[in-house]
């Protein structure tokens, strides 16, 4: 009898359906030249690739970057998730919705978390990020002919994770490894000895994921760049994209070398359109010097790096969402294990890491592990990234030692917006727990902020004045969740679409935190215990934890 492949949790449903390349490049491009997804260019695609047309519909109709209405001439996005509420995003909305409601060429948007929390409210026009003060003449340019995007910030500074002390330094390391100099083996000794974590959220040891994926037989092997931040005040890895594009591209090669993988992608969110043609200049650059190609310096090694750009969707962050986006389905979280390091993209071994901790791997294999731990404060190792925002003097990223307090990089942001007193934080990104003001001096790591009841994520510092309702704060986190849910499981799509209506009418009931009532506790519990991805396991934790933190108020 033949060799029956094995089922694999997660892909059974549609396993040997619809063969073929992702579709979603295609869907970008025709967006691209003509606004939107006429059904006639779909009937086309579907003529083309031969296709079903309801596969592709039913694959358009999951990604919010999609389209299939003509769009106005203008369409005006603002951001109003927690860092942009935070700034005033309701009023602004308020203000442009009478502004501009009445003029039928204008489409204003509440948009999702737009990934440039430092400049909230955060807003786009004709999907251009632009700034909200001057919009009148922006809006105005779009009319007439378009808005023409931003460039991405050039670097101005050398952050401390960089190893190159000058622009023909770069890619040094990753020279070694082509000719020899540096074995492999060393890189990834030099990375399990550095205790590097995956600095996208999930924290697990960089070089124990290298080791998995290098340790498989099955070939070929991928390597992804997960780029595809999207939660409400993360933002440092567009920042990194942006200034250390040379990092991270040479740490995902040093990672394809080290594993045996020969294709890479970096996996970028639409809405980070500046920071995207940087990354694209570098691999150009990079295919120009003979270090990117069929033929790498004359070794006979291949290594291919293409760019592939989000159709949208916070889910996408989650790894094998981002998988089955880049198959060409429906983002939807597998079930695990098996995982992505075994078992990835069209079921190969696949090395999946975030923008910052790429940007990391350059440094620690040419300064070497005891370098990199000597960084950290304390006991603690290494260099973080932060993005800050919400109620701070100057919003942006930070680069310090793992281990620094919240207090610290607070005062790195010159304190609390207005001189004002600090009401909470969140450490880790919407996703994180509030902490309250007594807990400042906690060390912003993952053990110690776990053991604080709260996380590290991906390193993103939201500061809420006092006298910040933390309840409707907490319920616009919540929402949030609600929206960006993929709709697989029932505990997170219906849990946290009911969480958020009991929390909204308790709100607008004039209620506070003190009198939630006991049904919110039980979904959470539930949403934990039996959602099949992290998003529904946490969208209620910050709920949670402002209900606690009140209650110890009210009872000191």
């Not at 892909?11 to 059904?39: H, M, Y």
Request: one cysteine or more.
């Amino acid at each position: 009898m033949p060799d029956v492949a094995p089922r694999v949790p997660g892909v059974e449903a549609r396993a040997g359906k619809f063969p073929g390349p992702s579709l979603i490049p295609a869907l970008n491009a025709i967006q691209e030249r003509v606004g939107w997804l006429p059904r006639e260019e779909l009937v086309a695609l579907s003529r083309d690739v031969r296709r079903p047309l309801y596969e592709i519909e039913g694959l358009i109709s999951f990604y919010p970057h999609f389209r299939t209405t003509p769009p106005r001439r203008v369409t005006l996005r603002v951001c109003h998730d927690l860092s942009c509420w935070l700034r005033g995003a309701e009023e602004r909305l308020a203000a442009i919705r009478d502004r501009y409601g009445p003029d039928a060429e204008v489409e204003v948007i509440e948009g999702s978390c737009l990934g440039r929390c430092d400049a909230a409210p955060a807003a786009t026009v004709n999907d251009a990020p632009v700034p909200l003060a001057g919009l009148d003449a922006l809006v105005g340019a779009a009319q007439n002919g378009g808005v023409r995007p931003p460039e991405a910030p050039a670097a101005v500074r050398r952050w401390p994770n960089d190893p190159y002390p000058s622009s023909q330094e770069h890619y040094d390391v990753l020279r070694d490894v082509v000719s020899g100099a540096l074995e492999v083996g060393q890189v990834t000794q030099a990375l399990a000895d550095s205790g590097l974590r995956g600095m996208g959220g999930a924290g697990f040891p960089t070089g124990r994921k290298w080791e998995l994926v290098a340790a498989q037989t099955a070939t070929p092997k991928y390597a992804i760049c997960n780029a595809d931040e999207s939660e409400p005040g993360t933002f440092k890895d567009r920042q990194i994209l942006a200034e250390q594009p040379h990092l991270v591209l040479e740490g995902m090669l040093l990672g394809m070398l080290v594993t045996g993988a020969e294709e890479g992608w970096v996996f970028i969110r639409h809405e980070y359109g500046p920071e995207e043609a940087v990354i694209r200049r570098e691999i150009d650059e990079l295919r120009a010097v003979g270090l990117v190609g069929p033929d790498v310096l004359g070794t006979g090694r291949r290594l291919s790096v293409e760019v592939f750009t989000s159709p949208g969707g916070y889910i996408l962050g989650e790894e094998s969402a981002l998988i089955e986006c880049m198959e060409g389905h429906r983002g939807e979280p597998r079930n695990k294990p098996p995982f992505p390091g075994v078992y990835g993209l069209h079921g190969q071994p696949t090395l999946m890491n975030s923008v910052e901790t790429f940007a990391h791997v350059p440094v620690i294999a040419r300064r070497g592990a005891a370098w990199w731990t000597a960084q950290g404060a304390g006991e603690h190792t290494g260099l973080k990234f932060f993005a800050v925002s919400g109620h701070v003097e100057r919003p942006g990223v930070y680069c310090v030692p793992m281990g620094t307090t919240a207090r610290e990089l607070l005062e790195l942001a010159d304190g609390v917006s207005g001189g004002r007193a600090l009401g909470a934080i969140q450490p880790g990104g919407a996703s994180s727990n509030f902490l309250g003001p007594d807990q400042l001096d906690v060390p912003l790591d993952f053990g110690s902020l776990r053991e604080a009841g709260s996380m590290l994520g991906s390193g993103a510092l939201v500061v809420l004045a006092e006298g910040t309702d933390l309840l409707a704060a907490a319920t616009n986190v919540l929402r949030f969740f609600r929206d960006e849910s993929c709709g697989k499981c029932v505990p997170c799509r219906v849990g946290s679409t009911k969480a958020h209506q009991i929390l909204t009418d308790h709100l607008a009931a004039g209620r506070g935190a003190g009198d939630v009532d006991e049904r919110i506790g039980e979904l959470e519990q539930v949403m934990r215990r039996t959602s099949i991805c992290g998003l529904g396991q946490v969208a209620l934790g910050p709920v949670a934890s402002v209900l606690r933190l009140t209650g110890s108020r009210d009872q000191g």
